[in-house]
Every structure is written in structure tokens, then in C-alpha cells.
């Protein structure tokens, strides 16, 4: 509040705009960020980056069973969904690091200003 009792708009306004840049470099930290999933022991991995695209999928040729080529498609299968939900885990752990702080600053609220 200001010495007359009211909000100090030009405060909030400049925490809002220190808070946006933040929120900004956080993301874009985070579109920097590369993890890698894996499964099957390394036979399977998916780069992703923070926001949790997926980049890449690499499957290692010992994966392939050339004489069971039902049976090898469904494990790739298997085995690639569970490099992206590993990949996943990860990115919810980074976001978590980069956005958690800019999370809890929201929850603080504005001085004067309950619940915001």
C-alpha cells in the first residue's frame, strides 16, 4: 500500500512485469532443457525436451527380432512408450526445479492484495 492508504499500482504492475520476465526465461530454459528416456536396458531411448516434445526416438538394431516380426513391433512398441513416460518423469522433475520458485511467488499473492 501507499502512504494514502490505496494499492501502489506502479508496484504491482512492476512485480507483475519482473515476475513475466521470469516466467519467460524459465520457459526458455526449459526449451533448452534436452532429457533422454530410456527402456529395455538402453534398447530404447527418446530425447525430449523440457516442455516434454519429443525430439528423437532411437532404437538400437539388437531390438529387432527378424524372424518374429509381429512379436518385435509390438515390443519396440511397448518399449518406446515406456522410454517416453520415463522422459516424462524427467521433464515434470525439471519443470518442477524451473518452474516451482515462479509458482510459490504467485501463491504469495500482492502485498495488500489477499489471494492474489
Known amino acids: 500500500m501507499n502512504p494514502g492508504g490505496g494499492l501502489d499500482m506502479q508496484a504491482i504492475l512492476q512485480q507483475a512485469q519482473q515476475m513475466q520476465q521470469q516466467l519467460m526465461a524459465a520457459q526458455q530454459e526449459l526449451d ?8 529395455g536396458g538402453g534398447l530404447v531411448s527418446v530425447t525430449m525436451n523440457g516442455r516434454g516434445q519429443v525430439e528423437d ?6 531390438a529387432v527380432d ?9 515390443t519396440i512398441a511397448d518399449l518406446v512408450l515406456a522410454a517416453i513416460r520415463d522422459g ?7 519443470q518442477q526445479q524451473k518452474m516451482g520458485p515462479l509458482a510459490q511467488g504467485l501463491g504469495g499473492g500482492f502485498p495488500g ?4
Open 88 to 94: 516424462e518423469r524427467m521433464v515434470e522433475e525439471i
Open 113 to 116: 492484495l489477499p489471494g492474489l
Open 32 to 39: 533448452e532443457t534436452k532429457v533422454t528416456g530410456s527402456s
Open 57 to 62: 526416438v532411437s532404437i538400437d538394431p539388437k
Open 66 to 74: 527378424p524372424d518374429d516380426a509381429a512379436e518385435t513391433a509390438q
